[in-house]
């Protein structure tokens, strides 16, 4: 008789837990980052009518021509790159994890940041460094340059912006990071279109630096879809790993036919964006609460000691989703964060938090 789960099962699998998505029914939805506008009516008429003529008894087109050609333009690739189409950028961390990895091989991520590189690290049976941010999260260049000379990574991650502290990392840094890596350094761009700010042009001067870029925050979060974009050789061989007909025919379809209406997207983008200095400005004025710096669509922010968990259990009881971050360590304890919503969403959320913490 052979053994069970506890026999079988990786340890380094059974030590974590699984990610897990919280329910939102019948809440505001501000913990996750997406994009609150729907389409105008005349958009969605458009696109029903385009799903009408697919066929769903067919495979759907294995390398995503139309819309690999579409995501090139709408996103400025250079003709000297290369994409891999994502179901999401998890997938993505997944391939460039799975092509390179080995027992002695390490990924590196400044802490905090995006859950998903140490989880996957630990899925594809690699060894992972966190290398902390300073207190004010900015990226300490001298750290990870130790880091990099003392282990040798295959793979650097680094969120631009960061999350989910929001802020950009300096670029001069990064570019020195990218200039003494033995390895692959891959600029993680989720929240590009809040940025204003990215590495896509200075992929030809860098063999080993990879773009990754996804739609989920451009509102179409549903969609599951990311773009990573690099050297044609490295492609080449992350396309090996990748699993046949891995977007499907109403993702290809639809997130074509939104991106060839990208002006309604951007604009969406453009009224967070701008929505975003407003929550940041008002939450700034509340006693009490320390706002860090965004360039996302989302704002992080501490609560005063030991009140982190009795802030978000109070918006919740009130309907109001965020996501709290304290248990992720001493660098976010009692910190929350919040998705820019609508300014409806928005003047509820202030409102609530502030009747809960007048109460601290």
């Known amino acids: 008789m052979g053994g069970g789960v506890e026999y079988w099962v990786r340890p380094g699998v059974r030590e974590i837990s699984a990610y897990t998505v919280p329910d939102a029914a019948g809440l505001i939805k501000l913990d996750a980052m997406e994009n609150p506008y729907h389409w105008p009516e005349p958009l969605i008429e458009k696109w029903l009518a385009t799903l009408r003529d697919v066929h769903l008894n067919r495979y759907p087109d294995p390398g995503s021509r139309q819309l690999s050609a579409t995501l090139r333009k709408v996103m400025g690739v250079p003709d000297s790159a ?9 997938e993505l961390i997944q391939i460039v994890a799975l092509t390179v990895a080995g027992p002695t091989r390490l990924i590196v991520a400044p802490e905090p940041g995006f859950v998903m590189y140490r989880m996957i690290a630990t899925f594809a049976g690699m060894e992972y460094l966190g290398v902390p941010l300073r207190k004010d999260f900015s990226l300490d260049l001298p750290a990870m340059l130790d880091a990099i000379e003392q282990h040798q990574p295959v793979v650097i991650f680094l969120a631009y912006p960061n999350n989910p502290t929001g802020n950009l990392f300096d670029e001069q840094d990064i570019r020195r990071i990218i200039e003494v890596s033995p390895g692959l350094v891959v600029v993680d761009e989720a929240y590009h279109a809040f940025a204003e700010a990215s590495f896509m042009e200075y992929l030809p001067e860098y063999d080993n630096l990879l773009v990754m870029r996804t739609v989920s925050k451009l509102g179409l979060a549903g969609l599951r879809l990311g773009l990573l974009a690099g050297t044609p050789a490295w492609i080449s061989e992350f396309d090996k790993v990748r699993l046949p007909y891995n977007i499907n025919t109403l993702t290809q379809v639809s997130a074509d036919f939104a991106l060839q209406h990208h002006e309604i997207l951007d604009a969406q983008t453009a009224r967070i964006r701008a929505d975003r200095g407003k929550l940041m400005a008002d939450m700034c004025s509340m ?21 982190g968990r009795r802030v978000f259990q109070g918006l919740l009881e009130q309907g109001i989703l965020i996501k709290n971050l304290g248990n992720s360590g001493n660098m976010l304890r009692d910190c929350l964060r919040v998705t820019v ?20």
């Open 82 to 90: 290369a994409v891999l189409l994502g179901n999401g950028s998890d």
């Open 287 to 307: 006693p009490g609460i320390t706002v860090y710096p965004s360039r996302a669509n989302f704002i992080l922010f501490r609560v005063p000691a030991g009140e």
């Open 341 to 360: 919503g609508t300014p409806q969403e928005n003047q509820l959320f202030l409102d609530t938090l502030s009747s809960i913490t007048a109460k601290t």
